[in-house]
């Protein structure tokens, strides 16, 4: 169909030069961009699209610009329209106030995220909260501070240049949450490693330039490509819509249009607080007098003892047939929240939920295959061959390194059925993201690569013309010298990890930093980079474990980071905050905090009685070390060799990675085949990863949240936009925070304090099912002591 509106575009082009009309043959062209960039954008309203086609093959001028240029004055996408205002407000911004906040902000919190996260459960504060605390103390900031003007060298400021507006807000918000956007540093947790569990230190020096390289490495690079990731209206970046819709409620308490929200005239902060406070009081429920209706596994409640119910029903280390849940942290802890992701990123992961892991890993556990008939169906532990937990110690040298004779006169790791499958899907999707970006957003790439700044303008865009851009190399310079430090870290100190190993972890994360980025900006999906950098230094470097954690951190960490860094450059770019303002911004509270969570974990390790071991005070069992040290020792000592190559027990996983590469092409020629059919909404790199955090995640997780996320983003947005327009972003900030109000607050005075829910039937029938105990394994250990293969090696 493009090729038609093309040809038919070249012959239309070529009259036009030959009599001279310039204006008609770039409007042509203009149209044709218009819709080759958005041509496989799911996310672009069809009826738009199909319009500008049809106008274009009939040479239709004046439609052509009257669509063109509706996608210029406001954004194209209904979410950003909905949550983003189309014009910009001249005031201050880059202030003492938004710099003292936030980095007051970023210091505190940054602080307590660290040193809650090494406890069990740990507790984490968002951006969100982040940001409904930033707004009174703006407010209180204006009622203390002096407002009378100083002059200094010769430049006037004041403590209080007026009120606190959305500007310095964002600035404080974005300050922090590169701080602390998935909690505490990565590079924390194989700094705790080594301390508590290899029992040694390299001392500050290592930790601090470790922490700075591995935290801000990917800062550079999102500059870098934020002509792919940030300036492109198409890049939507969903979570960011929660945040500015919070932005917008805060600062404006004006009520709504009942025509424009279905009859609905509350204003979006009065809403905001009303479903906020609903929250916290419902959570008390769920989340203290009534936790059977957090996991409501029913059929186990009836059936406790028994194996297939509790593997099939089961909500903790079952399948979830009937996926029943009333609390919010279980539709939306690990996932985020089903009301940000569009309607067709939530059907793609539920799909992938549903085949992989319900249908196949049904199958594949009840065939036998994988020794499956004697471990859990699905759980995140590693077993022996007496489906024991995994003894790592049984297999080490006195150096922490395999020693091959202890390992094959102990057994080889077995894994759950669905953690099986979660590593086989990771293989798939790190093939099918760089294949389905290269078909489906290649030319784009490649266009924008040339246009730099001169490219396909939004409204937004158009906007933040007006400042002065950052340039790219205060980015570059920025990367090289986290470079630097990055590799005095690995190579100073006896890490293991080789400087051509230590460049190979920076090119694997920026090869896939766009193409992940753009999955993430359009589903706000990220497909994670842990697994194929354990797979590929497994592969490497066997037997060094340090060198693997290391590895790992800056193979993934580094896009992570990226993105995370990509995201607060689009909520500035939304917010119309100057480019070199967030550049600093970022960059200083980046750094700073990377000292901070330093300092805090070694004050916790000599403060705290027993931290990282099991008799802890209060808990602090360091369990993200504890994963970090496992994942060292299956993947830097055992190795993936011994789990994924010819002849081993999980060997069949390895075409996961052919599967990978080619669905994704397979479906891009049906798409053309097809181009109006619902094939141009199917991701398989969202397929295949929308539901990696299975396990520890289960099914029931992901289904209820694909089934209030598609009644919100598909039935409420089209049959009440105009409600969904005002209120359905409000609707996720205000159940977000007010779930983690309460949480803090049961943590605080509740559960540091010893205190136990009440002990009636809604707080026990759930917990002595097989479902949550573990137990639901169909066949007990053989007579002769083991199961699996007689030899490995």
């Keep these: 169909m493009l090729r038609n509106f093309r040809n038919s575009l070249g012959g239309r082009s070529t009259d036009a030069t030959a009599s001279g009309n310039d204006a008609i043959d770039s409007a042509e062209r203009r149209a044709s961009q218009v819709y080759s960039n958005h041509q496989y954008d799911p996310n672009f309203p069809s009826e738009k699209l199909e319009d500008l086609g049809a106008a274009i093959a009939n040479h239709d001028i004046e439609k052509e610009q009257a669509i063109v240029e509706s996608t210029e004055d406001d954004s194209p996408y209904l979410e950003v329209r909905a949550a983003v205002r189309n014009y910009d407000e001249d005031v201050p911004c880059n202030t003492i106030r938004a710099w003292a906040i936030g980095l007051f902000l970023a210091t505190v919190l940054s602080a307590i ?11 984490l504060i968002t951006s969100i909260v982040t940001q409904l605390l930033a707004y009174p103390i703006g407010r209180g900031w204006d009622l203390v501070m002096p407002k009378r003007t100083f002059k200094t060298f010769g430049h006037e400021w004041s403590f ?17 949450n590169v701080s602390f956007g998935g909690g505490a540093a990565y590079s924390t947790d194989i700094l705790l490693a080594q301390i508590a569990r290899y029992k040694f230190d390299y001392g500050w020096g290592f930790a601090l330039l470790l922490t700075f390289s591995t935290q801000c490495l990917g800062f550079g690079l999102a500059g870098l490509c934020r002509r792919f990731l940030v300036w492109p209206a198409a890049m939507i970046w969903p979570t960011n819509l929660v945040n500015t819709s919070l932005f917008y409620a805060l600062h404006d308490h004006s009520k709504a249009n009942p025509i424009s929200a279905n009859g609905w005239s509350i204003s979006r902060y009065r809403f905001f607080m009303y479903v906020l406070l609903g929250s916290f009081v419902w959570y008390w429920i769920p989340g203290w007098l009534f936790t059977a209706l957090s996991v409501f596994a029913f059929p186990t409640f009836i059936a406790p003892n028994n194996v297939i119910v509790n593997q099939l029903f089961g909500g903790w280390t079952g399948v979830s047939l009937i996926p029943i849940t009333f609390d919010w942290t279980q539709i939306a802890g690990y996932i985020g929240s089903p009301l940000i992701p569009p309607w067709h990123a939530i059907g793609n992961t539920v799909f992938g939920t549903v085949f992989f892991y319900v249908i196949c890993s049904i199958a594949i556990h009840y065939s036998g295959a994988w020794w499956s008939a004697y471990l859990p169906i699905s759980d995140s532990g590693s077993y022996d061959n007496t489906a024991r937990q ?9 150096n922490h390194r395999l020693d091959v004779a202890k390992y094959e006169s102990y057994s080889p790791l077995f894994l759950s059925t669905t953690f099986a499958m979660s590593y086989g899907l990771s293989f798939a999707a790190i093939a099918a993201v760089i294949v389905h970006t290269y078909l489906y957003h290649g030319k784009e790439i490649w266009f924008r690569m040339k246009a730099a700044r001169n490219q396909e303008d ?10 002065k851009d950052s340039p790219d190399w205060w980015y570059l310079g920025f990367f090289v010298v986290m470079l630097g430090m990055g590799f005095a870290s690995a190579l100073a100190y006896n890490t293991g990890l080789e400087w051509w190993a230590f460049l190979i972890s920076i090119v694997i994360a920026i090869v896939w930093l766009v193409p992940i980025g753009m999955i993430q900006a359009v589903t706000n999906i990220q497909i994670g980079l842990n697994v194929i950098t354990e797979f590929i230094i497994g592969y490497m470097t066997p037997g060094r474990p340090i060198a693997m954690m290391m590895f790992k951190t800056f193979g993934y960490i580094t896009m992570s980071q990226a993105l995370n860094f990509t995201q607060g450059l689009k909520l500035g770019h939304y917010m119309k905050v100057p480019p070199r303002t967030m550049f600093w911004a970022q960059v200083t509270a980046a750094l700073w905090t990377s000292v901070v969570q330093v300092s805090v974990m070694y004050w916790a390790l000599g403060a705290i009685d027993g931290i990282c071991t099991k008799a802890a005070v209060n808990h602090f069992t360091c369990p993200n070390a504890t994963v970090f040290f496992n994942a060292s020792i299956v993947w830097g000592v055992i190795g993936p060799a011994r789990m994924f190559s010819s002849g081993q027990i999980y060997s069949g996983l390895m075409w996961f990675f052919l599967i990978g590469a080619v669905t994704p092409i397979i479906f891009f020629f049906l798409t053309r085949r097809f181009p109006n059919s619902f094939l141009r909404y199917v991701n398989w790199p969202v397929i295949f990863s929308g539901s990696g955090l299975i396990p520890p995640a289960t099914p029931l997780n992901y289904l209820a949240w694909g089934i209030v996320g598609f009644i919100f983003n598909h039935h409420i947005r089209k049959r009440f936009s105009g409600w969904w327009a005002n209120y359905n972003y409000l609707t996720s900030a205000g159940l977000d925070v007010g779930l983690a109000l309460c ?3 049961i943590f605080l005075t509740l559960s540091l304090t010893g205190k136990e829910p009440p002990v009636w ?12 105990n573990g137990e639901a394994i169909q066949k007990p ?7 699996g293969p007689s030899e490995w090696h």
Excluded at 113 to 123: E, H, Q
Excluded at 781 to 787: A, I, K, L, N, S
């Design 743 to 745: 949480t803090i607050l």
């Design 113 to 123: 995220n660290m040193l809650f996260s090494m406890r069990a459960p740990s507790i």
């Design 390 to 398: 995994y003894n790592v110690s049984r297999i080490l040298d006195e």
């Design 160 to 176: 209080v240049p007026g009120p606190f507006n959305t500007k310095e807000h964002v600035i404080s918000v974005v300050m922090a």
């Design 781 to 787: 250990v053989p007579e002769v002591g083991f199961f």
């Design 761 to 772: 039937w809604g707080n026990t029938v759930g917990l002595n099912t097989m479902d949550v």
């Design 458 to 467: 939004d409204i937004h865009m158009k906007l933040m013309k007006k400042y």
